[in-house]
Antibody, heavy 118, light 112 residues
Framework: EVQLQQSGAELGKPGTSVKLSCKVS????????MHWVNQRPGKGLEWIGR????????IYAEKFKSKATLTADTSSNTAYMQLSQLKSDDTAIYFC???????????WGQGTLVTVSS | DIVMTQGALPNPVPSGESASITCQSS???????????LNWYLQRPGQSPQLLIY???TRASGVSDRFSGSGSGTDFTLKISSVEAEDVGVYYC?????????FGSGTKLEIK
């Protein structure tokens, strides 16, 4: 059974960075792309970007190019997203999601709440 | 970027009635391979989204046959026949034709 386990809630001060993790079990992340999606309070889903863990290639939504950095560690089967220069507007739930056998998000993590507050 | 526009539902929907959710894309999602790169997800309250439909009309594994997807290259419909309490949540369409991937703004379903 494929499972995505995300790291716990984060409280970050404005101007600092946080690094979220998404550990995958039941599937080798080298064989897929790992995506990240956010959801601001009471709002909809917004795609941030994706990484190909096999080679580290990334694609970002334009608005997240200077905000998010995606990495992956194939030895631990874990994907990471670092959010830098935190602002109150970055307060959101961040989901990792994985494609499996097609062009859709077959599996999702449980989400990590990031709260930005001084 | 491809803009996805979703319609609203006349909430609440009486239990047992059908509900149709519309989604429109600013660009055709029909690929030259004949597949339409449109997905539907349901996000129940307090949960992560879950896949319902892919390739515009193919139900994901384990999804009730009360859910069906249809459409053309730019206009899509998710139909829920005989809505039940467990169908409550927000439904999102998503295009996977090109980057950046984009979602519709979501359609909330409430049951009476």
């Amino acid at each position: 059974e494929v499972q995505l386990q995300q790291s716990g809630a984060e409280l970050g001060k404005p101007g600092t960075s946080v690094k979220l993790s998404c550990k995958v079990s039941g599937y080798n992340i080298r064989s897929t792309y790992m995506h990240w999606v956010n959801q601001r309070p009471g709002k909809g889903l917004e795609w941030i970007g994706r990484i190909d863990p096999a080679n580290g290639n990334t694609i970002y939504a334009e608005k997240f190019k200077s905000k998010a950095t995606l990495t992956a560690d194939t030895s631990s089967n874990t994907a990471y997203m670092q959010l830098s220069q935190l602002k109150s507007d970055d307060t959101a739930i961040y989901f990792c999601a994985m494609i499996y056998d097609g062009y859709w998000f077959a599996y999702w993590g449980q989400g990590t709440l990031v709260t930005v507050s001084s | 970027d491809i803009v996805m526009t979703q319609g609203a539902l006349p909430n609440p929907v009486p239990s047992g009635e059908s509900a149709s959710i519309t989604c429109q894309s600013s660009k055709s999602l029909l690929h030259s391979n004949g597949k339409t790169y449109l997905n539907w997800y349901l996000q129940r309250p307090g949960q992560s989204p879950q896949l319902l439909i892919y390739w515009m009309s193919t139900r994901a594994s384990g999804v009730s046959d009360r859910f069906s997807g249809s459409g053309s290259g730019t206009d899509f419909t998710l139909k829920i026949s005989s809505v039940e309490a467990e169908d409550v949540g927000v439904y999102y369409c998503q295009q996977f034709l090109e980057y950046p991937l984009t979602f519709g703004s979501g359609t909330k379903l409430e049951i009476k």
